[in-house]
Structures are given as C-alpha cells and as structure tokens.
C-alpha cells in the first residue's frame, strides 16, 4: 500500500528481456538501503525488488508480460526517470489517497498549459473499461496522488505545483506521453456494488 507522495525519481540504468519479463534497474538515492523481496511503486506500479548492489546503488525489479501490457513501464528506454515510493508503514502520515500500486490502465497527455507558474494537465484514456472519476476525487497518475479537475467521460485534467512538476517526472510529460492510471479504490469498490444490485435488480425484473 503506498500514499501517492513521490520521495524521488529513480533513473533507469539497464532493461534486460527475459522471454515475457522485463528486468530493470534503476538508481536513486536510498538504493543501499533497500533490500530484496521489499516492495516499491514505480510509476505507480507495485514491484518486488529481486536484487540490490549497495555498491553501485542500483536495484533491480521484474515486470511480468501483464504488467508491460496494462502499464507504460514497456516504453522505458535507459536514462528515463521513474517515480518511485516505498510502501507505507504503520507509522506514516497518510498525506495522499490510498494507493494499491494496481494500475487500471494507461492515458494519454492530450495538453500540457502553464498557468501562472503551476501547470494544467489533460489526459484521455479508454471509458470502455468502466472506470470513472469525480470532480474533487482523487486518482494516482504515474504514482503521484492528484485531485481531479474537469472530470469528463474518457478524460480528466489535473493541476501541478512547482514542487511536484521538480520532484517527480512530471517535467518530463509532454502532449502525447503515456502515462499509468489508478482510479480511487473506494470509489471503485462503490461502483461495483451497485453494478450488483442493479444487476440483481434487472433479474428480479425479468423474473416478474
């Protein structure tokens, strides 16, 4: 479980494929501190690490062939910056939303429009798959826990301060980039009790 609070980008130093798998490793500045089998998001993606070389400060984690297809962390190229967080403990200030590290699915930037020193961004993802936000809801994009503004069928805006656009690899996100989702689990799980009870429903209808 993680908050959606960025400590740092983390960059990545190698890709190697392993038939369906992907291996990356990344370096950031608490990579000596880590140790194999801890969990970490990266992008927003929940992933073990399998290897740790204090030395060199890097760190290895694995990305199954389900990962690569429902997430962007099959686009990362070497030298790309990734967000990444350690998972939460019972003793820290929930300063972001609930984050499961599941990605849903990805989004596109369709603007990015600077407003004032802060920055507006647009993104358009796929409504067939029935995930929804609210205005004033939260969602984690690329693993970073954001309000929503303009909440629309298929899209949504969010907007970024000055620290979170440094601290994270927002300053990398450009009109066409792809980006990893996660929609609030609480409102995902009050979407799908009431699918049930008007499913129920529609078959107590049909049953009359």
Known sequence: MFSGIVEETASVVRLVSDKGNLHISLSCSFADQLKVDQSLSHNGVCLTVVEVNKEKKYYTVTAITETLEKSNLGLLKEGDKVNVERSMT??????????????????????????????????????????????KGSVSVNGVSLTVV????GGFDVAIIPFTWEVTNFHCIKEGTVVNLEFDVIGKYIQKIVQLQFESWMNEQKGK
């Open 90 to 135: 019972i003793d820290k200030l929930l300063d972001g939303h609930l984050v499961q590290g599941h990605v849903d699915q990805t989004a596109k930037c369709t603007s990015v429009r600077e407003a004032d020193g802060s920055w507006y961004y647009s993104f358009e993802y796929d409504p067939s798959r029935g995930n929804i936000t609210v205005e």
């Open 150 to 153: 303009n909440s629309r069928k």
